[in-house]
């Protein structure tokens, strides 16, 4: 007993020393700089934060959001698939900012880790194309703005995009920027039309002919294609991006621009970006949500044989206000389930395409499924109409969508051994690194929630495990209908199935009304 006294002193001795140790200099401006200053900068989306002063004037709405972990954002579930570029913190990560903040903030008088040298919120640093539309003020409006802007003359030469990033001329008015090509002479003709810069022009710009290559969404950054992969220009294409103002940019200005770099790779694939899944085509039911009700929504799309296996290397679902979680993965003729990407708690202020770590190689056959939750409630804060109002389909940010992005190309073999993103957690700035403390917080964040269901197929039994207590299991069938409840279930049990016909069901696991695990199985 003498000797675990004396080593529990010795041990809370070096947690003490750790903890006291964590100064600015030395150890937080390194992971602030490497995970937090990307977009908090005197150039970027949000507050400064690149020195100890301004850190510190933020230092209790820090600490709340590393803790809860909606700071730095990433909305999807890593538990349900690893994704390229996960912006998440460590635990480790997280306590140390704690730690240091409970400390009082210690600055060090060690030498400061380097400041970044110029800080800029462009990420394509020497594009080869750089567009720009006219300076343009947006006009008293009463409802939502598509405006049309041709930002290049024509390309002479045929091009493969290899990254593309689009920068908001003003942040506070544009809600979504998208970017086409198009060899016709549609968009000049519509531009000349409109004496003001540009022309407007709903679902698109205008033009038949026109081809979707890119897009910015708020929380997006640049895209980069794999190696060996670009998207295609046409030769004698002009570029226009549709820029969509909600009636809150009246009378406000915006210049919005396009940084785009070309491959110089040979034998370059073109990659085609396309809503495989959307609310136009795929839904069962129609995109319509009644006032005071929370309802999901499925969509489907099958892989004709003809087409052969595809190769997928990013998504971008995308919703408005209402949506609250949405989902996509397919099953293969072979009865496999394939992750694409899982958003639990979907904020519209935080989308973008998302790359997988290793493109995504799905056989010919298989079918693709998106599902999405909508809360029509007073009880969702984003919803913008209080009392709730009938919801329907439409680009306006007060109506809704459902589309899932996909950017792919047929598949060569191979594809599944290109690596896009090898990292396992976003590397440090300048390679720093820090004391990292032992970990002693109850903070209830800093554990993941963990599921295990097995087995998927099935036939007569589906067991699951979970480190968690007091949660609600739901099962429900693919037409979204409620077929078992459990409450306060089991850490570990087995669920009958046999009385169930084979096909598609949707497991979740709900504790506190937050989902916490949604997958699906099937029985065979």
Same mark, same amino acid.
């Given at each position: 007993?003498?000797?675990?006294?004396?080593?529990?002193?010795?041990?809370?001795?070096?947690?003490?020393?750790?903890?006291?140790?964590?100064?600015?200099?030395?150890?937080?401006?390194?992971?602030?700089?490497?995970?937090?200053?990307?977009?908090?900068?005197?150039?970027?989306?949000?507050?400064?934060?690149?020195?100890?002063?301004?850190?510190?004037?933020?230092?209790?709405?820090?600490?709340?959001?590393?803790?809860?972990?909606?700071?730095?954002?990433?909305?999807?579930?890593?538990?349900?698939?690893?994704?390229?570029?996960?912006?998440?913190?460590?635990?480790?990560?997280?306590?140390?900012?704690?730690?240091?903040?409970?400390?009082?903030?210690?600055?060090?008088?060690?030498?400061?880790?380097?400041?970044?040298?110029?800080?800029?919120?462009?990420?394509?640093?020497?594009?080869?194309?750089?567009?720009?539309?006219?300076?343009?003020?947006?006009?008293?409006?009463?409802?939502?703005?598509?405006?049309?802007?041709?930002?290049?003359?024509?390309?002479?030469?045929?091009?493969?995009?290899?990254?593309?990033e689009v920068i908001p001329g003003n942040r506070n008015i544009v809600h979504h920027v998208l970017i086409y090509?198009?060899?016709?002479?549609?968009?000049?003709?519509?531009?000349?039309?409109?004496?003001?810069?540009?022309?407007?022009?709903?679902?698109?710009?205008?033009?038949?002919?026109?081809?979707?290559?890119?897009?910015?969404?708020?929380?997006?950054?640049?895209?980069?294609?794999?190696?060996?992969?670009?998207?295609?220009?046409?030769?004698?294409?002009?570029?226009?991006?549709?820029?969509?103002?909600?009636?809150?940019?009246?009378?406000?200005?915006?210049?919005?621009?396009?940084?785009?770099?070309?491959?110089?790779?040979?034998?370059?694939? #073109? +990659? !085609? @970006?396309?809503?495989?899944?959307?609310?136009?085509?795929?839904? %069962?039911? &129609?995109?319509?949500?009644?006032?005071? =009700?929370?309802?999901?929504?499925?969509?489907?799309?099958?892989?004709?044989?003809?087409?052969?296996?595809?190769?997928?290397?990013?998504?971008?679902?995308?919703?408005?206000?209402?949506?609250?979680?949405?989902?996509?993965?397919?099953?293969?003729?072979?009865?496999?389930?394939?992750?694409?990407?899982?958003?639990?708690?979907?904020?519209?202020?935080?989308?973008?395409?998302?790359?997988?770590?290793?493109?995504?190689?799905?056989?010919?056959?298989?079918?693709?499924?998106?599902?999405?939750?909508?809360d029509n409630t007073i009880h969702n804060h984003h919803n913008p109409s209080n009392p709730p109002r009938l919801?329907?389909?439409?680009?306006?940010?007060?109506?809704?969508?459902?589309?899932?992005?996909?950017?792919?190309?047929?598949?060569?073999?191979?594809?599944? #051994? +290109? !690596? @896009?993103?090898?990292?396992?957690?976003?590397?440090?700035?300048? %390679?720093? &690194?820090?004391?990292?403390?032992?970990? =002693?917080?109850?903070?209830?964040?800093?554990?993941?929630?963990?599921?295990?269901?097995?087995?998927?197929?099935?036939?007569?039994?589906?067991?699951?495990?979970?480190?968690?207590?007091?949660?609600?299991?739901?099962?429900?069938?693919?037409?979204?209908?409620?077929?078992?409840?459990?409450?306060?279930?089991?850490?570990?049990?087995?669920?009958?199935?046999?009385?169930?016909?084979?096909?598609?069901?949707?497991?979740?696991?709900?504790?506190?009304?937050?989902?916490?695990?949604?997958?699906?199985?099937?029985?065979?």
């Amino acid at each position: 007993m003498k000797y675990l006294y004396v080593i529990m002193l010795i041990l809370n001795n070096i947690q003490t020393k750790a903890q006291e140790s964590l100064t600015w200099n030395r150890d937080i401006s390194c992971i602030f700089y490497s995970h937090c200053t990307n977009c908090h900068n005197s150039k970027g989306l949000a507050f400064d934060l690149t020195t100890y002063d301004k850190v510190n004037i933020w230092k209790n709405r820090i600490k709340e959001t590393v803790s809860n972990k909606t700071m730095p954002p990433w909305p999807p579930n890593p538990l349900y698939k690893n994704l390229a570029h996960e912006r998440n913190l460590t635990n480790i990560e997280i306590e140390s900012i704690i730690q240091w903040i409970n400390n009082g903030l210690p600055e060090g008088n060690e030498p400061q880790i380097a400041v970044p040298i110029s800080v800029t919120s462009n990420q394509i640093l020497n594009p080869d194309l750089l567009l720009k539309m006219p300076k343009y003020q947006v006009p008293k409006i009463e409802d939502d703005l598509y405006r049309c802007f041709i930002v290049s003359e024509k390309i002479t030469n045929q091009a493969f995009i290899k990254s593309i990033e689009v920068i908001p001329g003003n942040r506070n008015i544009v809600h979504h920027v998208l970017i086409y090509e198009d060899t016709s002479d549609e968009p000049l003709r519509l531009d000349a039309i409109d004496t003001l810069p540009g022309y407007t022009n709903f679902g698109g710009i205008g033009s038949n002919t026109a081809k979707l290559i890119g897009g910015w969404v708020p929380g997006s950054s640049s895209y980069s294609t794999p190696i060996g992969m670009g998207i295609q220009i046409d030769m004698g294409a002009r570029i226009i991006i549709q820029v969509h103002y909600p009636k809150e940019g009246s009378q406000q200005y915006d210049s919005t621009k396009v940084n785009i770099k070309f491959s110089t790779e040979s034998n370059i694939r #073109n +990659i !085609t @970006i396309q809503p495989i899944l959307n609310h136009i085509t795929n839904i %069962n039911p &129609s995109l319509t949500i009644e006032p005071n =009700t929370v309802k999901t929504f499925y969509e489907k799309q099958t892989i004709p044989t003809f087409l052969g296996d595809i190769t997928f290397v990013s998504i971008a679902p995308h919703a408005h206000l209402l949506c609250k979680s949405m989902r996509a993965y397919a099953i293969t003729p072979k009865k496999d389930t394939i992750r694409f990407i899982d958003i639990p708690n979907w904020d519209f202020h935080w989308q973008g395409f998302y790359d997988f770590k290793k493109p995504v190689v799905v056989p010919a056959g298989s079918t693709l499924y998106g599902e999405a939750t909508y809360d029509n409630t007073i009880h969702n804060h984003h919803n913008p109409s209080n009392p709730p109002r009938l919801v329907n389909v439409g680009e306006s940010t007060t109506d809704e969508m459902m589309v899932f992005f996909f950017a792919a190309t047929p598949y060569k073999t191979g594809d599944e #051994n +290109i !690596t @896009i993103d090898e990292n396992t957690h976003l590397p440090h700035y300048q %390679n720093c &690194s820090y004391n990292q403390p032992v970990i =002693t917080s109850n903070n209830k964040y800093l554990t993941h929630h963990l599921f295990k269901i097995y087995p998927n197929p099935t036939h007569e039994f589906l067991h699951y495990e979970t480190k968690q207590k007091n949660i609600d299991i739901n099962l429900y069938n693919n037409a979204g209908n409620k077929i078992l409840e459990m409450k306060n279930a089991p850490s570990f049990t087995k669920i009958p199935l046999a009385n169930l016909p084979s096909g598609l069901y949707i497991f979740e696991a709900v504790k506190e009304n937050i989902i916490l695990e949604k997958t699906t199985f099937v029985i065979e």
